[in-house]
T-cell receptor
């Protein structure tokens, strides 16, 4: 069975600083990987996804993520954080079968001036 | 606009009462899901359905029930058997489980008094 670990529960960064949110997955075959963002009291919005091909994936709002098979990681990055990026971020892993996506517990991002 | 609607946004019930949360999608998706979200717990899968008239238990199905009589609709009933029903409930849909992007509704916050 697949699993996802987001090691950081809460991260605080300064506005304009770079950001990296970590995601490690466990799955025997090639995974399908996703990053979602959730603002307080809202549903989740897809930021980006990786299915195959180029391991560096571009998403919305200036985010990108890199799939590293050797490290079982799919870390999310942004070169310059804006105050509006403060939210909770979820990594998820899927597969080619019929089991639903498995989500990590999330990383809450705070942005300070 | 295509999407997922959940109603109501906020719901209050007395302890011991059953309550049904609505989820409708017009994305023509086969698969639908219900998640429960509590602070620090991430998303926990309650039930999912891959096709009309079929559904499977997720990780925390006890005290909940669902039906899938129409492709567009996947209502969730929180029964009096659910020990701690106060939470934020999210509905999602996808073309199929596993490999496809899940699209989320705005959520329903249920408070049991």
């Amino acid at each position: 069975a697949q699993s996802v670990t987001q090691p950081d529960i809460h991260i605080t960064v300064s506005e304009g600083a770079s950001l990296e949110l970590r995601c490690n997955y466990s799955y025997g075959a090639t995974p399908y990987l996703f990053w979602y963002v959730q603002s307080p009291g809202q549903g989740l919005q897809l930021l980006l996804k990786y299915f195959s091909g180029d391991t560096l994936v571009q998403g919305i709002k200036g985010f990108e993520a890199e799939f590293k098979r050797s490290q079982s990681s799919f870390n999310l990055r942004k070169p310059s954080v804006h105050w509006s990026d403060a939210a909770e971020y979820f990594c998820a892993v899927g597969n080619s079968g019929n089991t639903p996506l498995v989500f990590g517990k999330g990383t809450r991002l705070s942005v300070i001036a | 606009d295509g999407g997922i609607t959940q109603s109501p946004k906020y719901l209050f019930r007395k302890e011991g009462q059953n309550v049904t949360l609505s989820c409708e999608q017009n994305l023509n998706h086969d698969a639908m899901y219900w998640y429960r979200q509590d602070p620090g717990q991430g998303l926990r899968l309650i039930y999912y359905s891959q096709i009309v008239n079929d559904f499977q238990k997720g990780d925390i199905a006890e005290g909940y029930s669902v039906s899938r009589e129409k492709k567009e609709s996947f209502p969730l009933t929180v029964t009096s058997a659910q020990k701690n029903p106060t939470a934020f409930y999210l509905c999602a849909s996808s073309s199929r489980p596993g490999a496809d992007t899940q699209y989320f509704g705005p959520g329903t916050r249920l408070t049991v008094l």
